[in-house]
């Protein structure tokens, strides 16, 4: 469908651009070298056709490929991020580009002895044969979302080079500041003007999912107080302590790296400490709403008993939902859903529906009045040094927005 290397070129173009968001900006984008991909975004979706190209203040990128069929049909949309994690350097991405992948170890960087394995990423071993783009070893490699933006410019480029194959009314849409909860913030809904969409934002091939987690943010400051410690008794008061105390006190088999499927976690990813004051940063996922509330209940009742043991306030918490379970926003439009198993079957394709173990735009449009389901980029090890994916999974991935263009125009 899309020749190899011309897919590489332009996967490669994307994720060389250093795009990471910053969790403590307030500005959108949140970080000013997000333009620079942005614009050049625009610029390259002008240049294959694509109409009322536009990028508003907060640099969100619309587009619009006209339908060429002559019936009535709905207007569908494709939408990606182009922003990286910002849990781990996304600055002078170094692609390394490995063909016909023979299943043995990659080496992704000799000097720091950084190593991708099988033997420790079994899904390596599901693309034997195919080729690979993985980084150096020293940054992520941005496949989340670029891989998306690179699958959604490639079909529309090839669906308007190929003018037979008909099509309604299709949307794109590219959003800075996915990966710090913040992609759908701003953008606008009615403009877009789809009946639904499509989020290229998935992992492994044949990936179609239509729930995710019910998403909050925790920020625990203890309060501690400072003295000499050589008069420190019965006076000072150790903020890491205490923090440690609640860390403790949270159920310790329910964090990410004891949990899979539908279940949900306390995860703390941050913690800065000192005598006077500590700071725990903690997400709080579940599916389940009832168990999401739940666990945020928790939280704030292990603050409130620590507080009453030591006589005075010293845990504050404050706590922020960032997104919700799409689920219930999918189910009563479930046909687009069957559309996009469908066009995957037709690609020869296993569809794996499973709930999203994270969050994804698609969550919060769907909330927004938009449908918004979400599909396989291909890539694997997201926001590390060990990411990769496969150029054949992008491929495929370009195939199935080609089909499902066509299925709708067959409705």
Same mark, same amino acid.
């Not at 105390?245 to 790296?257: A, C, G, V």
């Given at each position: 469908m899309?020749?190899? =290397?011309?897919?590489?070129?332009?996967?490669v173009?994307?994720?060389?651009?250093?795009?990471?968001?910053?969790?403590?900006?307030?500005?959108?984008?949140?970080?000013?070298?997000?333009?620079?991909?942005?614009?050049?975004?625009?610029a390259?979706?002008? %240049?294959?056709?694509?109409q009322?190209v536009?990028?508003?203040?907060?640099?969100y990128?619309m587009?619009?490929?006209?339908s060429?069929?002559?019936?009535?049909?709905?207007?569908?949309?494709?939408?990606?991020?182009?922003?990286?994690?910002?849990?781990?350097?996304?600055?002078?991405?170094?692609?390394?580009?490995?063909?016909?992948?023979?299943?043995?170890?990659?080496?992704?960087?000799?000097?720091?002895?950084?190593?991708?394995?099988?033997?420790?990423?079994?899904?390596?071993?599901?693309?034997?044969?195919q080729?690979?783009i993985?980084?150096?070893?020293?940054?992520?490699?941005?496949?989340?979302?670029?891989?998306? +933006?690179?699958?959604?410019?490639?079909?529309?480029?090839?669906?308007?080079?190929?003018p037979?194959?008909?099509?309604?009314?299709?949307?794109?849409?590219?959003?800075?500041?996915?990966?710090?909860?913040?992609?759908?913030?701003?953008?606008?809904?009615?403009?877009?003007?789809?009946d639904?969409?499509?989020? $290229?934002?998935?992992?492994?091939?044949?990936?179609?999912e239509y729930e995710?987690?019910?998403?909050?943010?925790?920020?625990?400051?203890?309060?501690?107080?400072?003295v000499?410690?050589?008069?420190?008794k019965?006076?000072?008061?150790?903020?890491?302590?205490i923090?440690s105390?609640?860390?403790?006190?949270?159920?310790? $088999?329910?964090?990410?790296?004891h949990?899979?499927g539908?279940?949900?976690?306390?995860?703390?990813?941050? $913690?800065?400490?000192?005598v006077e004051?500590?700071?725990?940063?903690?997400?709080?996922? %579940?599916?389940?709403l009832?168990?999401?509330?739940?666990?945020?209940?928790?939280?704030?009742?292990?603050?409130?008993e620590?507080?009453s043991q030591?006589?005075?306030?010293?845990?504050?918490?404050?706590?922020?939902?960032?997104?919700?379970?799409?689920r219930?926003?999918?189910e009563?439009?479930m046909? +687009?859903?069957?559309?996009?198993?469908?066009a995957?079957? =037709?690609?020869?394709?296993?569809?794996?529906i499973?709930?999203?173990?994270?969050?994804?735009?698609g969550?919060?449009?769907?909330?927004?009045?938009?449908?918004?389901?979400?599909?396989?980029?291909?890539?694997?090890?997201?926001?590390?040094?060990?990411?990769?994916?496969?150029?054949?999974? $992008?491929?495929?991935?370009i195939?199935?927005?080609?089909?499902?263009?066509?299925?709708?125009?067959k409705?």
């Open positions: 899309i020749e190899k =290397q011309y897919l590489i070129d332009r996967f173009s994307y994720v060389t651009v250093d795009t990471e968001s910053d969790p403590t900006s307030e500005n959108t984008p949140s970080t000013n070298k997000q333009w620079d991909l942005a614009n050049a975004l625009v390259e979706l002008k %240049d294959i056709g694509m009322d536009s990028i508003d203040e907060n640099s990128i587009a619009t490929l006209p060429n069929s002559d019936k009535e049909l709905p207007i569908i949309g494709f939408i990606s991020h182009f922003d990286t994690s910002p849990d781990f350097t996304g600055a002078n991405v170094k692609p390394q580009i490995i063909e016909n992948y023979d299943g043995s170890d990659i080496i992704l960087n000799k000097e720091e002895d950084i190593i991708l394995s099988p033997s420790y990423f079994e899904d390596l071993l599901l693309y034997k044969g080729t690979l993985t980084t150096d070893g020293t940054t992520l490699l941005g496949a989340d979302d670029k891989a998306g +933006i690179t699958e959604i410019i490639s079909a529309m480029e090839y669906l308007i080079n190929h037979e194959l008909k099509h309604g009314t299709i949307k794109v849409g590219f959003t800075p500041d996915e990966e710090i909860g913040r992609g759908a913030h701003k953008f606008d809904v009615k403009k877009f003007g789809a639904w969409a499509y989020t $290229m934002d998935g992992s492994q091939i044949g990936e179609l995710n987690f019910n998403a909050a943010g925790a920020v625990v400051t203890v309060k501690g107080k400072i000499h410690p050589g008069y420190a019965g006076k000072l008061i150790n903020s890491m302590y923090a105390q609640f860390i403790n006190s949270l159920p310790k $088999m329910e964090t990410p790296e949990t899979e539908r279940e949900g976690f306390f995860h703390l990813h941050d $913690m800065n400490g000192a004051e500590t700071k725990l940063q903690y997400i709080i996922r %579940d599916h389940d009832s168990h999401f509330e739940a666990r945020k209940n928790i939280i704030n009742k292990l603050a409130a620590l507080n030591y006589g005075r306030e010293v845990i504050s918490v404050e706590i922020k939902d960032q997104y919700f379970n799409m219930e926003k999918i009563p439009f046909y +687009i859903v069957k559309i996009a198993e469908e995957m079957i =037709q690609a020869n394709i296993k569809p794996l499973k709930p999203i173990r994270g969050g994804t735009d969550s919060q449009l769907s909330y927004m009045g938009l449908p918004c389901p979400n599909i396989f980029a291909g890539g694997h090890n997201f926001h590390g040094r060990y990411e990769y994916v496969p150029v054949e999974s $992008m491929q495929k991935a195939e199935v927005i080609v089909n499902i263009a066509q299925l709708v125009a409705q």
